[in-house]
């Protein structure tokens, strides 16, 4: 059964940084086979796609309002995927959730705040 576990959310400042991270468990192929994907929602609104990562070319995609400022990333042998989060603003308040397939892990808060 494959989980996805979040972590590495918390407060920030305007301007600051946060490094979440997705920890994966149970491929059953290799974990540079999937594509992965960070999403975030905010209360009342639909959940949006943040950033996404292809399988085995590593090709990435950003949404308009991160782009520039995020950047997601895999690492193999450790079957993680990360998303930097730099220049943070407090539109970026949201839970991020990663996501691949039907497959969602618990989601991690992210509050940008003075």
């Known amino acids: 059964q494959v989980q996805l576990v979040e972590s590495g959310g918390g407060l920030a400042q305007p301007g600051g940084s946060l490094r979440l991270s997705c920890a994966t468990f149970g491929f059953t192929a290799p974990f540079r086979y999937y594509i992965m994907n960070w999403f975030r929602q905010v209360p009342g609104r639909e959940r949006e796609l943040v950033a996404a990562i292809s399988g085995m070319k590593d090709t990435t995609k950003y949404s308009d309002p991160v782009k520039g400022r995020f950047t997601i990333s895999r690492d193999v042998p450790k079957q993680t995927v990360y998303l930097e989060m730099n220049s943070l603003k407090p539109e970026d308040t949201a839970v991020y959730y990663c996501?691949?397939?039907?497959?969602w892990g618990q989601g991690t808060q992210v509050t940008v705040s003075t």
């Open positions: 996501n691949t397939a039907d497959i």
